[in-house]
């Protein structure tokens, strides 16, 4: 049985201010959770009896470590939900320290940033991307969604167990960044990137929503990569939806480099 402080936790979590000050998370859904559990540190665990049946592996384990791990009812599972649509288990979280040091970018590796993305789907979508695409890390800029929020806890599908997110402002990022790593951004009037040499390794740089890479954060990067439209001079839509276009990005530079 779920208390009524409980709920009020769970449901608190939904605001990033309680999330910063509890530093917990809430995630729902047993893919989600299942992945979860191995990454994070679970505080709390509520989940239907079917549930519970199926994965006696999982609940002995929590018991085990001292991991709260209740059965509830649909209705109760429903008024401490955060989704429209409740799924059969629920579990608060610790949230992960990751470092944001510019020392922290591993040289030999493709990595993500963002900045100024603020809507909490497309980081998740573009966490779950990167997952896909081998990269492990993206650093975003301050003003960027919250990994921790519901939205972008159930968009990344669990690929956040297997990427780092870090918040930093980006110019102070790319300006201590080595001779070794090159520099990718996104722009508008940037050279058609089919017709580049890109690299193995580096940052690429994704933009806000509506304006792009802000001013500051463009003036560090060198190679400006544009994805054209087709057919040539043909009248198209304005733009490209981030995570989209993140993920063409992506599936360039992992084409170019599994080509023998």
């Known amino acids: 049985m779920l208390s009524k402080n409980k709920i009020k936790l769970i449901r608190s979590l939904e605001q990033k201010k309680f999330r910063k000050e509890e530093k917990l998370f809430v995630a729902e859904g047993h893919k989600l959770v299942e992945d979860l559990l191995p990454a994070f540190n679970c505080t709390f665990l509520a989940a239907r009896k079917e549930w519970l049946d199926s994965r006696r592996d999982i ?64 980081l998740g979508t573009i966490v779950r991307i990167a997952d896909w ?17 519901p939205k972008t806890v159930q968009a990344t599908m669990g690929a956040m167990a297997r990427v780092s997110v870090h918040y930093l402002p980006l110019p102070d990022l790319l300006h201590r960044l080595p001779p070794s790593v090159p520099a990718y951004g996104t722009f508008l009037d940037g050279e058609d990137m089919y017709g580049m040499e890109l690299s193995r390794n580096g940052l690429i740089v994704m933009g806000n929503e509506g304006n792009g890479i802000g001013r500051e954060t463009a003036a560090c990067i060198s190679r400006k990569l544009y ?34």
């Open 133 to 149: 695409f081998g990269i492990r890390h993206i650093f975003c800029s301050p003003d960027t969604a919250d990994l921790y929020n």
């Open 59 to 122: 609940a002995g384990k929590l018991a085990r470590q001292g991991i709260e791990a209740v059965e509830v009812s649909p209705e109760e599972l429903q008024r401490a939900s955060l989704q429209k649509n409740p799924q059969d288990v629920l579990a608060v979280f610790r949230q992960r320290e990751e470092p944001a040091a510019a020392e922290q970018i591993p040289e030999e590796e493709l990595c993500l940033a963002l900045d100024g993305v603020q809507d909490p789907g497309n």
């Open 227 to 260: 994805i054209p439209s087709f057919p040539p001079g043909q009248a198209t839509s304005e733009s490209l939806n981030v995570a989209v276009a993140t993920a063409i990005v992506c599936a360039e530079f992992r084409r170019r480099e599994s080509r023998p």
